[in-house]
């Protein structure tokens, strides 16, 4: 039993920033690679970042390279994704998940999955 929660999103201007959060529950968190995606209205979910649970490795998708920052506190079972010069195009639900393999850029491998936190970014 594994519960993801997401927080953090809301409504922000172009070129704003926001940090979304990800509380881990219910298993040893430490043993999880955790991933962020996002998915916008008519799209497939998108890979944005990702971290490995042994060393902290850092993975980030194309549109997030620059821009985007993972991170993980394996103390407090929190995952966040700081997010700055926001763009209209980063507008998505964004979720994070939890996988207890190696670091991947597919939703496929993730088997934990939170409900997702709303990004409305203005232009």
């Known amino acids: 039993q594994v519960q993801l929660v997401e927080s953090g999103g809301g409504l922000v201007q172009a070129g704003g920033s926001l940090r979304l959060s990800c509380a881990v529950s219910g298993r040893s968190f430490s043993t999880y690679s955790m991933g962020w995606f996002r998915q916008a209205p008519g799209k497939e979910r998108e890979f944005v970042a990702a971290i490995t649970w042994i060393d902290h490795i850092t993975y980030y998708g194309d549109s997030a390279k620059g821009r985007f920052a993972i991170s993980r506190d394996n103390a407090k079972n929190t995952v966040d994704l700081q997010m700055n010069s926001l763009k209209p195009e980063d507008t998505a639900l964004y979720y994070c998940?939890?996988?207890?393999?190696?670091?991947?850029?597919?939703?496929?491998?993730?088997?934990?999955w939170g409900q997702g936190t709303q990004v409305t970014v203005s232009s």
């Open positions: 998940a939890a996988t207890s393999g190696s670091l991947s850029t597919l939703p496929r491998v993730y088997h934990y």
